[in-house]
């Protein structure tokens, strides 16, 4: 039946020719995997926690070299990739959510161009960017990009591939149906990384230049900075890959974790999990790290790997809708490559190397007193003595950017608040102070503003009343 399905698939994928060979070849060896449900179960009792020596401890790594030829060396092995196919839809933007602005009217992919170029002037080496678009984010990052022009920084762009998705009914591509926009199409997660790098050609130009190592890291995670710490213990101890974990709060009960199954480490996600051991995998006690899905990745050995065609992550089954028909888009994720590579390690590193902006409540915190911008870095505010970030939870009339920005004056100081909620139609003055923990909730049809220079400390706000 499945192999009926295949070349049912092979001969109409073979007539899209909106992509490439490599693009259908890709596509089709994914949905092969996928229908002959090669998906092994994870034994639950094999599992084991890794040691320190396969998931090491940040603090125990040796100090990198201190004269300044000697990392020029090193970071001359050394690329930076930042995975760029999201869009900012879900906080109200339109295109890449990498240039929505996260401080002082810099952007996202501005800091990151800062950094890399501080680094590249103080150390006298050249680190190149690249950015993986999707097909939805390209056109809109090339013209972005021409902006750095004169920047003495290397920017290499590369789009991920483009599948077309599935019509669970019949099995037939959506763009075959005679779909013929963007939504008959979906870039494949970001484990395409890999054969993208080789298919753009860049793989082979990172080589000749005399590059080792990739660092891949998302664009929305601001603690995401060049460390020459772990790029000095890969290349010393030759591992081939190494994900950064950290250390789980119960707000990281879902992200995938690591572990050592079968004298291998790989990483274990939620949906791996069966259902009995959902709640063990949730817990802080057993699975006390997770995957900030800061990569650090051998060049070479992603160039055996992809020709080998040995990269065969688990697929993750992503179905949605469109107009109203039921289509499925199959995907991977790069973290799950571990397993594939040789003496591939976890480094557990300090919370602040995982900063991600997924929603307005986490630009609020880096927007405000509690970080500061130097050279590009988002650097935390000293005057905080709590190692946690404040708990912030804003209504849906906060979700956009736009109408986040527009209810407060200023960015409120919340160096020493603990929690803040905040519901319904509520606008915030020029220089309020919150601690402790603070509730503000206007009732249905009332507007509630928060005076300038207002200080609420652990206050439980029902309407102007309270205030």
Not at 298 to 308: G, T
Not at 403 to 419: A, C, G, Q, Y
Request: glycine share 8%; aromatic share 8%.
């Amino acid at each position: 039946m499945a192999d009926a399905k295949i070349s049912k698939l092979q001969s109409t994928v073979a007539e899209l020719n909106q992509i490439s060979e490599n693009e259908k070849s890709g596509f089709i060896s994914l949905v092969s995997r996928y229908l002959s449900g090669e998906a092994e179960q994870i034994e639950w009792s094999k599992i084991q926690t890794p040691t320190d020596e396969v998931v090491v401890p940040y603090d125990t790594l040796s100090p990198p070299p201190e004269d300044l030829e000697a990392t020029k060396k090193l970071l001359d092995k050394l690329a930076v990739l930042k995975l760029n196919g999201g869009l900012g839809t879900t906080m109200g933007c339109t295109g890449p959510k990498s240039v929505i602005e996260v401080r002082n009217g810099f952007t996202f992919l501005d800091l990151i161009v800062i950094q890399i170029e501080s680094l590249n002037k103080k150390y006298g080496c050249n680190v190149p960017l690249l950015l993986m678009n999707s097909f939805n984010t390209h056109d809109d990052t090339q013209k972005i990009v021409e902006k750095y022009g004169n920047s003495s920084i290397e920017i290499h762009t590369f789009n991920q591939s483009q599948y077309p998705r599935l019509v669970m009914e019949d099995f037939v591509p959506l763009p075959s149906k005679g779909h013929a926009g963007k939504d008959g199409w979906y870039p494949p997660g970001h484990g395409d990384v890999f054969p993208s790098l080789m298919n753009s050609g860049k793989l082979d130009t990172l080589l000749s230049q005399g590059k080792e190592y990739v660092f891949i890291a998302n664009s929305d995670n601001l603690g995401a900075i060049v460390d020459i710490k772990i790029l000095n213990h890969l290349i010393n101890n030759q591992n081939e890959y190494c994900m950064e974990v950290t250390p789980k709060t119960l707000a990281d009960v879902k992200g995938g974790t690591l572990i050592s199954y079968e004298g291998r480490v790989q990483l274990l996600e939620i949906a791996q999990v069966p259902d009995a051991h959902v709640n063990e995998f949730k817990s802080i006690e057993k699975f006390k790290i997770f995957n900030t899905n800061n990569l650090w990745v051998n060049l070479k050995a992603i160039k055996r790997l992809v020709e080998a065609d040995a990269l065969k992550m688990e697929i993750i089954p992503n179905p949605k809708e469109v107009d109203g028909v039921k289509v499925l888009q199959l995907e991977t994720a790069a973290g799950a490559a571990i397993r594939f590579f040789d003496d591939a390690i976890g480094i557990n590193v300090p919370r602040s190397r995982f900063l991600p902006v997924k929603a307005t409540s986490d630009l609020l915190l880096v927007q405000s007193d509690l970080y500061t911008l130097v050279d590009g870095f988002v650097i935390r505010n000293k005057a905080r003595t709590n190692p946690s970030n404040p708990s912030i939870e804003l209504g849906p009339e906060f979700k956009k950017v736009a109408n986040f920005l527009s209810r407060f004056k200023s960015i409120p100081s919340i160096v020493e608040l603990d929690s803040l909620k905040v519901s319904g139609d509520v606008w915030f003055g020029e220089g309020v102070v919150l601690k402790g923990n603070v509730s503000i909730t206007a009732k249905s049809g009332v507007k509630l503003e928060i005076s300038d220079g207002a200080v609420l400390e652990n206050k439980v706000i029902n309407g102007p009343e309270d205030i």
